[in-house]
């Protein structure tokens, strides 16, 4: 026998899983709500990828920890590899157009977000005293919604590909 699906809400989706009926609202619908969530989990893994290589090389040897900075540059360029592929192929899935000219963009703005992080870093550490991998979660979490937006609206617009009709 068919399960009878729920009715529809003025306030979202409603979902029926094991005999209980879930609210999801609209908004989570929106394609950019989904490329966030998705944005969100590569910029987890692009963190990971970051705070290992940066953990690597001031913990690990004694220049870097006077060099924290250009460690921290070195750090973001190699998660900022990973971050051009999850993001191209899964977040925004903009596959057409030339990969070099996009991975250009994207480096472009990338380097932008980096001077600020930069910045951010050095005043959180050096002017403020405060702990450098606390300082470097701080600034990370302040930008990521603002990277995203600009990833979003210049380097990957229009390139995601179309819905499916069903």
Do not use: C
Not at 1 to 26: C, D, E, H, N, W
Not at 73 to 91: D, G
């Amino acid at each position: 026998m068919a399960q009878k699906s729920p009715p529809r809400s003025p306030t979202g989706r409603q979902v029926f899983i094991l005999g209980t009926t879930f609210r999801i609202p609209y908004s989570i619908s929106y394609p950019w709500v989904k490329q966030f969530g998705r944005f969100a989990v590569v910029g987890l893994g692009n963190a990971l990828v970051d705070f290992v290589v940066y953990i690597a090389l001031t913990r690990g040897l004694a220049w870097w920890q006077e060099h924290f900075l250009l460690a921290n540059a070195v750090a973001f360029l190699l998660a900022n590899i990973n971050s051009f592929i999850w993001n191209r192929w899964w977040t925004f899935a903009a596959r057409q157009g030339s990969p070099l000219r996009q991975y250009g963009e994207f480096l472009g703005v990338s380097l932008v977000y980096l001077f600020f992080i930069q910045l951010g870093l050095w005043l959180a550490v050096a002017g403020l005293g405060w702990y450098d991998l606390w300082a470097k979660v701080a600034v990370i979490g302040l930008g990521m919604l603002l990277y995203f937006i600009v990833l979003r609206r210049w380097v990957f617009w229009g390139k995601t590909r179309p819905r499916p009709v069903v």
